[in-house]
């Protein structure tokens, strides 16, 4: 059997958008889209009606002290996970929406000074990746941030934008450890704590 070669679907010459309206404006927005999309056997899709949810693009950064082999999270109420059955404070690595004219490296440094009042010695990037992008536009740019830990605590965030941010500090098996037994969940920690115990060294 002749192996193919790879193609990857293109947006100008494989989506047709029939149309493409707001259903909703507010803190976010909801749009929704009528459009046809190639098939990989050949031929069209019939035209279908799908939602999405416009998040903006954010960048998270894991805080992590080298010298001291400590990570520092920040804990805060997330109204997406209200119905959890354990609690709605998740611990969570520092994020940020990307403003228009920002890049993804300077999110993470004012970031992290607003949600754990840390200033960022250096910056790695660990990957840049969808978050669901089965009905969410959000793409999110990972990064590893070198910091002292030494001096990390206390309650952070801006009152305007009713944030409430305690600061934790772990040694790093401990974090990995939070991780498999399911106590660290969601998806930007995971990714950024997994990486960092596979590149630790």
Known sequence: MKKQAMRMMQVSNDVK????????QGYFRLE???????????????????????????AGVLLFDP????????????????QYESSPWLLEVVA???????????VCIRETQEEAGLA???????TRYWVSPGGCTERV???????????????HGLDHEHEDIKVHVFDMQEAFAMVRSGIINNSLAIIALQWLELNQR
């Not at 958008?17 to 909703?24: L, M």
């Not at 929704?32 to 954010?58: D, I, N």
């Not at 929406?97 to 300077?106: K, M, P, R, Y």
């Open 17 to 24: 958008v029939i149309s493409h309206d707001i259903a909703f």
């Open 32 to 58: 929704k889209y009528k459009l046809q999309h190639r098939l990989f056997e050949g031929g069209w899709t019939q035209p279908m009606e799908r939602e999405v949810f416009e998040r903006g693009h954010a």
């Open 67 to 82: 010298e001291r082999n400590q990570v520092v999270l920040i804990e805060q109420f997330r109204i997406g996970a209200l």
């Open 96 to 106: 940020g929406i990307i403003a228009e004219n920002e890049t993804s490296e300077e």
């Open 120 to 126: 960022i010695k250096e910056l790695i990037p660990i």
């Open 141 to 155: 740019d990972l990064f590893c941030g070198v910091v002292d830990a030494s001096v990390a605590g206390g309650i």
